[in-house]
């Protein structure tokens, strides 16, 4: 595709057809070193790795304890309204991520994606752990609020990862994103597993007195500041890709962009949407269409780790699992290092023999198969409900994940470099529209589970993890023609 990795954001051609590179354009210099080699940029994907981790880590650490952290904040006034309340600390987050999510796209456009990526990893240090020293409901919600707010990195990085390397390693970049959330759903639920309520735990290394037992849920919050302060640190051996020139030689442009991404087709749709704003990348079906599965799917998976978080720590008499935030930690830990496994192992030589697409669409049958097991799970006890609860996480987090490349990948390529980063911003703005209702709507939907266990037609549990199972059969739905558009590069491809 044209301007797709290190291949695009082309330089002005001087008359023998030679790129004339801008010794004073970052991007320049950074594209000359992608081109010049055509191996894989290590460095820099470990850089947007932690960059990635750091972002996603107060997500995912957030689960094990909010339960817990609710119940303690005494907001509920019984244990059955608890989950109503603990899906509004989650939806404030992406209600934040979706009113910057288009702005941080435009800022990451003018000025740059690293200055983008530094000030996302600030806000983390910042606001993650004022959450963690919330003494009421409303600072839990602010702050998280904020963090949303300015944490402006999930767009802007899966750009940057599609540009810093080559088209033929575009797929691991845009990968390494989804892993880096793979491997933050190992540590984060371990941090909060782990590490929350420290003085109950550990009480012979945290007394009662102390900030850690007065504020019970700041140990984990402070752990991932720290990492991310690390990160931050880290960030300043991030190159920039954005090019800081205007060439008003178009047809020159495109030309370039012909010879690297070895397509005229290329070229055409790169001329043809030079002059696009962001208003007719709304007309831009091939990005809509793949933007619209992102958020459906979006929805699903963030209801679904809502509901799972607040199912399996609730009560056998509201027929959940009765685990500890400790088991859960555990559970989600163990699910994200599959994934891990699975990304960097398994899902290149699917990529490699299937394509990156094919395998969408049996990853959402059998997560729909998988998820319809799950009420029945409330029928085991002991090490027989650990180890198939463990092995069911990890399958259906190995589905999400395939999906969720797929998505990105479909977005990266219905665009050429200069529209990226709002393109992305676009779809991060719907996309945490759809992930602010989620876990809310889970929450509510939790809590009237557990209200009607005896149920109209079925139990409260199934219909629960029915209305999930609906959110992906529409999302399969719409993998099909005529919404469905494949953007040319993989249709060819």
Same mark, same amino acid.
């Given at each position: 595709?044209?301007?797709?990795?290190?291949?695009?954001?082309?330089?002005?051609?001087?008359?023998?057809?030679?790129?004339?590179?801008?010794?004073?354009?970052?991007?320049?210099?950074?594209?000359?070193?992608?081109?010049?080699?055509?191996?894989?940029?290590?460095?820099?994907?470990?850089?947007?790795?932690?960059?990635?981790?750091?972002?996603?880590?107060?997500?995912?650490?957030?689960?094990?304890?909010?339960?817990?952290?609710?119940?303690?904040?005494?907001?509920?006034?019984?244990?059955?309204?608890?989950?109503?309340?603990?899906?509004?600390?989650?939806?404030?987050?992406?209600?934040?991520?979706?009113?910057?999510?288009?702005?941080?796209?435009?800022?990451?456009?003018?000025?740059?994606?690293?200055?983008?990526?530094?000030?996302?990893?600030?806000?983390?240090?910042?606001?993650?752990?004022?959450?963690?020293?919330?003494?009421?409901?409303?600072?839990?919600?602010?702050?998280?609020?904020?963090?949303?707010?300015?944490?402006?990195?999930?767009?802007?990085?899966?750009?940057?990862?599609?540009?810093?390397?080559?088209?033929?390693?575009?797929?691991?970049?845009?990968?390494?994103?989804?892993?880096?959330?793979?491997?933050?759903?190992?540590?984060?639920?371990?941090?909060?597993?782990?590490?929350?309520?420290?003085?109950?735990?550990?009480?012979?290394?945290?007394?009662?007195?102390?900030?850690?037992?007065?504020?019970?849920?700041?140990?984990?919050?402070?752990?991932?500041?720290?990492?991310?302060?690390?990160?931050?640190?880290?960030?300043?051996?991030?190159?920039?890709?954005?090019?800081?020139?205007?060439?008003?030689?178009?047809?020159?442009?495109?030309?370039?962009?012909?010879?690297?991404?070895?397509?005229?087709?290329?070229?055409?749709?790169?001329?043809?949407?030079?002059?696009?704003?962001?208003?007719?990348?709304?007309?831009?079906?091939?990005?809509?269409?793949?933007?619209?599965?992102?958020?459906?799917?979006?929805?699903?998976?963030?209801?679904?780790?809502?509901?799972?978080?607040?199912?399996?720590?609730?009560?056998?008499?509201?027929?959940?699992?009765?685990?500890?935030?400790?088991?859960?930690?555990?559970?989600?830990?163990?699910?994200?290092?599959?994934?891990?496994?699975?990304?960097?192992?398994?899902?290149?030589?699917?990529?490699?023999?299937?394509?990156?697409?094919?395998?969408?669409?049996p990853a959402a049958v059998l997560s729909i198969l998988l998820?319809?097991?799950?009420?029945?799970?409330?029928?085991?006890?002991?090490?027989?409900?650990?180890?198939?609860?463990? /092995?069911?996480?990890? !399958?259906?987090? #190995? $589905?999400? +994940?395939?999906?969720?490349? &797929?998505?990105? =990948? %479909?977005?990266?390529? *219905?665009?050429?470099?200069?529209?990226?980063?709002?393109?992305?911003? /676009?779809?991060?703005? !719907?996309?945490? #529209? $759809?992930? +602010?209702?989620?876990?809310? &709507?889970?929450? =509510? %939907?939790?809590?009237? *589970?557990?209200?009607?266990?005896?149920?109209?037609?079925?139990?409260?549990?199934?219909?629960?993890?029915?209305?999930?199972?609906m959110v992906s059969v529409i999302g399969l739905v719409l993998?099909?023609?005529?919404?469905?558009?494949?953007?040319?590069?993989?249709?060819?491809?």
């Amino acid at each position: 595709m044209a301007g797709s990795g290190g291949d695009g954001g082309a330089p002005l051609l001087v008359g023998d057809g030679a790129p004339a590179w801008r010794e004073r354009c970052p991007g320049c210099r950074q594209q000359r070193r992608v081109m010049a080699s055509d191996r894989i940029p290590y460095a820099a994907f470990l850089y947007i790795w932690i960059s990635c981790l750091c972002a996603a880590l107060p997500i995912q650490s957030l689960f094990p304890y909010l339960y817990f952290m609710i119940r303690d904040l005494k907001i509920a006034k019984e244990e059955r309204d608890i989950g109503f309340y603990a899906g509004f600390v989650g939806a404030t987050y992406f209600l934040g991520r979706t009113i910057s999510a288009v702005p941080w796209g435009m800022f990451a456009d003018k000025y740059g994606r690293k200055p983008c990526i530094v000030i996302s990893i600030l806000s983390v240090v910042v606001f993650n752990t004022l959450f963690g020293l919330s003494t009421t409901y409303w600072m839990a919600i602010v702050t998280r609020g904020l963090l949303g707010l300015l944490c402006g990195i999930l767009g802007p990085i899966k750009a940057y990862a599609s540009e810093v390397c080559r088209k033929e390693h575009q797929a691991l970049g845009i990968s390494l994103v989804t892993s880096s959330r793979a491997i933050a759903l190992v540590i984060g639920p371990a941090i909060g597993g782990f590490l929350a309520q420290p003085a109950k735990k550990y009480p012979n290394l945290f007394s009662e007195e102390s900030i850690f037992g007065r504020f019970p849920y700041f140990l984990p919050c402070f752990v991932i500041s720290v990492l991310a302060a690390g990160s931050c640190i880290a960030c300043i051996w991030l190159p920039e890709t954005l090019h800081f020139h205007n060439d008003d030689k178009v047809e020159a442009i495109d030309e370039l962009e012909a010879q690297a991404g070895d397509s005229n087709l290329d070229a055409r749709k790169a001329k043809e949407s030079r002059g696009e704003s962001t208003k007719n990348l709304l007309k831009n079906w091939q990005l809509m269409s793949a933007v619209i599965l992102y958020c459906i799917f979006s929805l699903h998976d963030t209801a679904y780790l809502e509901i799972f978080s607040l199912w399996a720590v609730s009560s056998r008499k509201f027929r959940g699992l009765s685990l500890t935030s400790q088991d859960v930690g555990t559970v989600l830990a163990i699910s994200g290092f599959g994934v891990l496994v699975y990304q960097l192992a398994i899902y290149p030589f699917l990529s490699k023999y299937f394509g990156p697409i094919k395998p969408f669409r049996p990853a959402a049958v059998l997560s729909i198969l998988l998820l319809a097991t799950y009420p029945f799970m409330t029928n085991l006890h002991g090490p027989e409900l650990k180890i198939l609860i463990n /092995i069911a996480s990890v !399958l259906k987090n #190995m $589905f999400a +994940a395939t999906i969720t490349i &797929a998505c990105n =990948i %479909l977005q990266n390529t *219905a665009v050429t470099q200069e529209q990226r980063g709002v393109a992305n911003g /676009i779809s991060v703005t !719907l996309m945490s #529209m $759809f992930k +602010a209702v989620a876990p809310a &709507a889970a929450g =509510i %939907l939790f809590s009237w *589970a557990q209200k009607h266990i005896g149920g109209l037609f079925l139990p409260g549990d199934q219909i629960l993890f029915l209305m999930l199972n609906m959110v992906s059969v529409i999302g399969l739905v719409l993998t099909f023609k005529p919404f469905f558009s494949l953007p040319n590069a993989m249709s060819r491809s």
